[in-house]
Antibody, heavy 118, light 108 residues
Framework: EVQLVESGGDLVKPGGSLRLSCAAS????????MNWVRQAPGKGLEWVSS????????NYADSVKGRFTISRDDAKNSLYLQMNSLRAEDTAIYYC???????????WGRGTLVTVSS | QSALTQPRSVSGSPGQSVSVSCTET?????????VSWYQHHPGKAPKLMIY???KRPSGVPDRFSGSKSGNTASLTISGLQAEDEADYYC????????FGGGTKLTVL
């Protein structure tokens, strides 16, 4: 089955760190650009970060630049998001999403919840 | 920096047609060609409904269509069904990625 499954979400204190994972299956993971998108409680979708299939292109939203790091392990069919210096405003459901040749997210996971609170 | 503005809510009765607008406010008009639309039922994975302004992925009913005029893109849903009730987001993917604020569609 073609799917993305996120994990690693948890309750963490402000200033803390967390590493999210996204396991891909059913498609050639190494061929696709991958992204993280989040949704804060009661808010809309917000793009967080992207990594190209070759790892040559990595981008971050201004709101997370310098604090979050995206990476991928094609041998493990996995995408990661290392989140440091977490803030209350980082509280959200984090989704991983696939981008094929078109500029659109054609496959999403169901998300993992990150809560930043003391 | 681009911003995409959507109405907060729209509604329609079963069988009717509704449209959701998405207006870009940016000097970079040329970058607004890669518009996509997503359907999101809370608790589920978002689903791609339209990409490249008007293209429909395999499996998406032809009741869903997309268009663009100037700086405003639109998603039109014809023959409304109860299962269409969801949040809908537009997205511009050009250089940076920007989502609209989302529109809640209520099927009356």
């Amino acid at each position: 089955e073609v799917q993305l499954v996120e994990s690693g979400g948890d309750l963490v204190k402000p200033g803390g760190s967390l590493r999210l994972s996204c396991a891909a299956s059913g498609f050639p993971f190494s061929s696709y650009h991958m992204n993280w998108v989040r949704q804060a409680p009661g808010k809309g979708l917000e793009w967080v970060s992207s990594i190209s299939n070759s790892r040559n292109y990595i981008n971050y939203a201004d709101s997370v630049k310098g604090r979050f790091t995206i990476s991928r392990d094609d041998a493990k069919n996995s995408l990661y998001l290392q989140m440091n210096s977490l803030r209350a405003e980082d509280t959200a459901i984090y989704y991983c999403a696939r981008v094929p040749g078109t500029r659109a997210f054609d496959l999403w996971g169901r998300g993992t919840l990150v809560t930043v609170s003391s | 920096q681009s911003a995409l503005t959507q109405p907060r809510s729209v509604s329609g009765s079963p069988g009717q047609s509704v449209s959701v607008s998405c207006t870009e406010t940016s000097s970079d008009v040329g970058g607004y060609s890669y518009v996509s639309w997503y359907q999101h039922h809370p608790g589920k994975a978002p689903k791609l409904m339209i990409y490249d302004v008007s293209k429909r992925p395999s499996g998406v009913p032809d009741r869903f269509s997309g268009s663009k005029s100037g700086n405003t893109a639109s998603l039109t849903i014809s023959g409304l069904q109860a299962e269409d009730e969801a949040d809908y987001y537009c997205c511009s993917y050009a250089g940076s990625v920007v989502f609209g604020g989302g529109t809640k569609l209520t099927v009356l």
